[in-house]
C-alpha cells in the first residue's frame, strides 16, 4: 500500500534506506535504554536457542518449548530470591538485635565474590552512637553522647580537631 500524502518513495531500496534511518534514529533518541535492548536480543535469542534444542529432543510446539523454559528460569530466579531474603532476614534480625555493635563479615574474591555471615565484633560502649574501625581494626573512632551526672545532656559541647596529627606515622 502507497501513501499519496507523504514523500514516501517507492523504489524499494530507497524505502529500506530510510527504515535503517529511522531505526537508527530512534536509536539514538533512546539510547539510553540501549542496554534493555541488548539484554532484551540476548535473552530472546538464548531462549529461542534453547527452544529450539527442546523440539529437537522432544517434538513440543515450540510456544510450549518457550514457555517451559521460561517457567524453568523464572523457578530458578524464584529459588533464589528465596535464598536470598532468607539471608537478608537473618542479617536484620542481627541489625535489630545487635544493632549497637561493630559488625563484620569476611569477604573472597578470588574465586568470584563470596560474602560471608556477619559477625558482631565489639559492643559499643555505654553513651556511643555511632563509630569506625580503623583499617587494621586496632583503633575505632566513637561518637559519644555527653551526658552530665543528673543524667540531662550537658550544655558544653568538645569539638576534637586535628586528631589525625597524634597518630603514630608509619
Known sequence: MYFNELPIPKDIRWRRLLSIALFLGLLYAF????PVLVIFVVFARLFGWASDKLYERTHLK???SIAGILA???GGVGVGVFFFVKRAIDFVNMVRTQGSSY???DVDT????????PRRL?????????????????KSLLVMSSTTGSGK???VFDV???WTSALKKP
Open 31 to 34: 539510547r539510553g535504554l540501549t
Open 62 to 64: 515450540r510456544s510450549h
Open 72 to 74: 524453568l528460569f523464572l
Open 103 to 105: 559488625v563484620a563479615a
Open 110 to 117: 578470588l574465586h568470584g565474590f563470596k560474602a560471608g555471615l
Open 122 to 138: 565489639a559492643p559499643f560502649p555505654p553513651g556511643a552512637t555511632e563509630g569506625a574501625f580503623s583499617p587494621d581494626r586496632k
Open 153 to 155: 545532656a550537658a550544655q
Open 160 to 162: 576534637l580537631a586535628n
